[in-house]
């Protein structure tokens, strides 16, 4: 496959690091925040001081910063569903999205919202295909 290589990296699957910690997301769906920061990853472990990185499909931990006063400062589950740092996909193609944005998820992995604005990754609607069912665009 072309996605793992040899040596000591064998067996890992190479990341475009488009999402780390700190970045700041843009909501895609209409579950009340409008913006929110990575604070962790889940099941990503790295090398001391390196930041882990997230890509388009992973599951990342965020943080509210901007949305209904409710929601400000609460920590919940998200999924990537666009990146602006170009990826190859398996056919060749490269692709790239205008931002980076996620869609807000509850703990047994439903979306939270009931409608998303703009369209998703194809990666992450194959991870997540309760996602996938709110999206308006799949690209």
Not at 37 to 53: A, D, E, Q, S
Not at 64 to 91: C, F, H, S, W
Request: with cysteine; glycine share 10%.
């Amino acid at each position: 496959m072309s996605e793992k290589r040899g040596g000591a990296a064998f067996g890992r699957v190479r990341r475009v690091a488009g999402v780390t910690v700190g970045t700041r997301l843009k909501v895609a769906d209409n579950s009340g925040a409008k913006e929110v920061m990575v604070i962790g990853i889940p099941g990503i472990k790295t090398r001391l001081r390196r930041l882990p990185v997230a890509t388009v499909g992973d599951l990342v931990t965020v943080t509210v910063k901007k949305g209904n006063t409710e929601l400000i400062g609460q920590v919940m589950q998200a999924v990537v569903i666009r990146q602006r740092k170009p990826y190859r996909r398996p056919d060749g193609t490269w692709i790239a999205f205008e931002d980076n944005a996620c869609v807000i998820i509850t703990p047994d992995g439903m979306p939270k919202g009931t409608e998303m604005r703009g369209p998703m990754a194809k990666e992450a609607a194959e991870r997540w295909p309760k996602i996938a069912t709110i999206a308006s665009l799949i690209i």
